[in-house]
């Protein structure tokens, strides 16, 4: 009998030996994308479960519709993944005092951010906790049709002055259907805004989501935009509207020439470039300073990050997977460019040493060129907010259809935009 409990027990103990060694710690990783994303991500986190067999990971990954909504009702009620693909713009609905995800320097070892810049950690940290790390960066800049700036007979500017005497050379020696750039509201407001802080030092909106500018210097952001239209540096909203409703780059006037260049997310630059009547082709541009500037004025922002879910119970197995991801030579090979140029400087090395980086492309010419640029004010979550943005762009088509001055739609921004503002921030 005694015989048999101690086989009887013994056994016991070894089952629960066993059951322990293959114990596994389960996480939940969410993201949106398209079928290439969805692909590349399920190989990287099967390679990442082969290196890792004590933790296993369950996918849930949707389109981008109803990604918000989704994310939305998970955190609501508390069942969030440990692991989320967020957007920049997501983060003052979630996390206004930074409270919102997950803090993750509590984690900065195991997801080795010394392969991440200062600045990039810092548009993603509020109230001195930080809510994600950017998966890669997108910053808007210059793009010029090499023929038709060369049909000019100008060199690219390298200032704010030659931008906008380049306008009228086209117009002189090209035509009036020719201009140096053709740009779109939230364009305008970016390039205008760089301009601004290169020369004032301010930023038109600051880090807790408040309108920085007084009435007078709103008045000259909008009187740089009518000195832009009048000098033919691009269409105004009134003649581009006459061009139908289609994008940008789909539009005659872009595919033949005629629009010299964008000023454009370095991202997205491809599809421009692309729909080019042959031989056409787009360089990228020297960035405009003006002189004596500090801060090129740069919008400059995640295109996407990594979160970890404020409620998770396995914070530094999180850390490991995004660490995976985007620093570990397996994981980074498995993402490649689905998710655009990786941020970390691990992840950059092993994807030009596979040739899967090309350093001749537009989009990397651009990724370089801006983190070259001097840049000391980041932009924040509500800088190219939508609700601003269709603000800014009514009151572009105002001034251009003569029922408003530059001191009247900087009266009305500014009076609207503080209503959105402290909307986004109560």
Do not use: C
């Not at 508390?78 to 692991?83: H, I, K, M, R, Y």
């Not at 004032?200 to 500018?213: A, F, S, V």
């Amino acid at each position: 009998m005694k015989k048999q409990l101690i086989t009887t027990v013994t056994a016991l103990a070894l089952a629960t030996m066993s059951a322990g060694a293959y114990a596994k710690t389960e996480l939940r990783m969410s993201w949106w994308g398209g079928n290439e994303r969805h692909q590349a991500t399920n190989d990287a986190l099967e390679r990442f479960q082969k290196a890792n067999p004590d933790i296993s990971v369950k996918a849930e990954y949707t389109g981008w519709d109803g990604a918000l909504t989704r994310i939305t009702t998970q955190i609501a009620g508390n069942t969030e993944p440990d692991v989320m693909q967020t957007n920049l713009n997501w983060m003052p609905i979630f996390s206004k005092t930074g409270e919102g995800f997950y803090d993750m320097n509590k984690v900065k070892a195991d997801l080795h951010a010394d392969n991440f810049s200062d600045s990039a950690l810092n548009t993603v940290t509020f109230g001195g906790k930080l809510n994600g790390v950017p998966v890669s960066m997108t910053s808007r800049v210059f793009y010029y049709n090499k023929d038709t700036w060369s049909k000019a007979g100008i060199a690219y500017p390298n200032n704010w002055g030659e931008l906008m005497a380049a306008g009228k050379a086209f117009k002189e020696k090209l035509g009036d259907e020719y201009y140096p750039i053709v740009i779109e509201a939230r364009d305008v407001f970016a390039m205008n805004r760089s301009y601004m802080i290169q020369t004032t030092g301010k930023d038109i909106i600051t880090q807790d989501g408040k309108l920085n500018y007084s009435q007078d210097e709103m008045t000259k952001f909008f009187e740089l935009y009518t000195k832009q239209v009048e000098d033919h540096v691009f269409p105004s909203t009134k003649e581009y509207a006459s061009y139908g409703r289609s994008n940008l780059y789909e539009m005659r006037p872009w595919i033949e020439g005629k629009f010299g260049g964008v000023y454009m997310w370095d991202t997205a630059i491809t599809k421009y470039s692309d729909n080019l009547k042959p031989p056409m082709g787009l360089e990228l541009a020297p960035y405009p300073m003006a002189p004596g500037a500090k801060d090129a004025g740069l919008l400059s922002r995640p295109s996407m990050m990594f979160s970890i879910g404020r409620n998770t119970k396995h914070p530094e197995e999180a850390a490991k997977l995004i660490n995976f991801l985007l620093n570990d030579p397996v994981g980074v090979k498995a993402l490649g460019l689905t998710r655009g140029i990786p941020l970390s400087t691990a992840g950059v090395k092993e994807l030009k040493s596979d040739g899967t980086i090309q350093e001749s492309s537009l989009s990397f010419a651009g990724y370089t060129q801006a983190g070259s640029l001097p840049q000391t004010i980041v932009s924040t979550p509500y800088t190219d907010n939508a609700q601003l943005m269709d603000i800014f762009s009514e009151e572009m088509q105002a001034l251009d259809y003569g029922k408003s001055t530059p001191e009247q739609s900087a009266q009305e921004f500014l009076r609207k935009g503080k209503r959105i503002l402290a909307r986004l921030t109560k």
